[in-house]
């Protein structure tokens, strides 16, 4: 079954502290891969996405995120975190061909001041 | 997102009850989900449409059902609420093209709570 599991399900860091959250996906073929955030009492909004090309993913924010197909992973990571990334991160994937994105469980992330 | 929005808000019902949730989007996208958020399961998705009378069951369709008679509204009705379905309910729109899927925007949720 297809599935999206991401390692850590709390993160507490301190405010310029390095970030990596790890996300692996068991999608067979081709795939869209995408990080959300969703900030205390908000909805999700996308950070990133990664469809083709460069493996190495830009999004808002300062965050990015790196794409290793034979791993079948696709990393979060922020050199040097603020408080307000205090939020809850959602990695996702997407088969091409299909209808719909499969979310995994979620990192809460707290960042102390 | 002004695109998307949910009503309502926050409800609360009682057991047995059907209860309809409603999501409108301004944004003429193709596709509509309705996912549900709890804690420990992230967003599991419940139903989804790709235009409108075409919908389809997600992971946890049971005790729901769907219908879109028009492209911009998309309803997910309780047919009988349960407290299993006391949860955070998200709609989300997404315009496809030909990769399928560019990210989705989310509509504001809607805390439903059966008592």
């Known amino acids: 079954a297809q599935s999206v599991s991401q390692h850590n399900h709390h993160v507490i860091l301190s405010e310029a502290a390095s970030l990596e959250l790890g996300c692996n996906y068991s999608?067979?073929?081709?795939?869209?891969l995408f990080w959300y955030v969703q900030y205390p009492g908000q909805h999700l909004q996308l950070l990133l996405k990664?469809?083709?090309?460069?493996?190495l993913v830009k999004g808002i924010k300062g965050f990015e995120a790196e794409f290793i197909k034979s791993k079948f992973s696709f990393n979060l990571r922020k050199p040097s975190v603020q408080w307000s990334d205090t939020a809850e991160y959602f990695c996702?994937?997407?088969?091409?061909?299909?209808?719909?994105?499969?979310f995994g469980a979620g990192t809460r992330l707290f960042v102390k001041a | 997102d002004a695109g998307i929005t949910q009503s309502p808000r926050h409800k609360v019902t009682e057991t047995g009850t059907p209860v309809t949730l409603r999501c409108h989007q301004t944004?003429?996208?193709?596709?509509m989900y309705w996912y549900r958020q709890d804690p420990g399961h992230g967003l599991r998705l419940i139903h989804y449409?790709?235009?409108?009378?075409?919908?389809d069951k997600g992971e946890v369709s049971d005790g729901y059902s769907v219908s879109r008679s028009k492209t911009e509204d998309f309803l997910l009705t309780l047919e009988s609420a349960t407290s299993s379905q006391t949860s955070v309910y998200f709609c989300?729109?997404?315009?496809?093209?030909?990769?399928?899927?560019?990210?989705?925007?989310f509509g504001s949720g809607t805390r439903l709570t059966v008592v």
């Open positions: 989300a729109i997404s315009d496809g093209g030909t990769r399928g899927n560019y990210g989705y925007t």
């Open positions: 944004e003429n996208h193709r596709y």
């Open positions: 996702a994937a997407y088969s091409t061909g299909g209808f719909k994105t499969i």
């Open positions: 990664y469809f083709s090309g460069d493996p």
């Open positions: 449409s790709y235009g409108v009378k075409d919908t």
């Open positions: 999608y067979g073929g081709t795939v869209n």
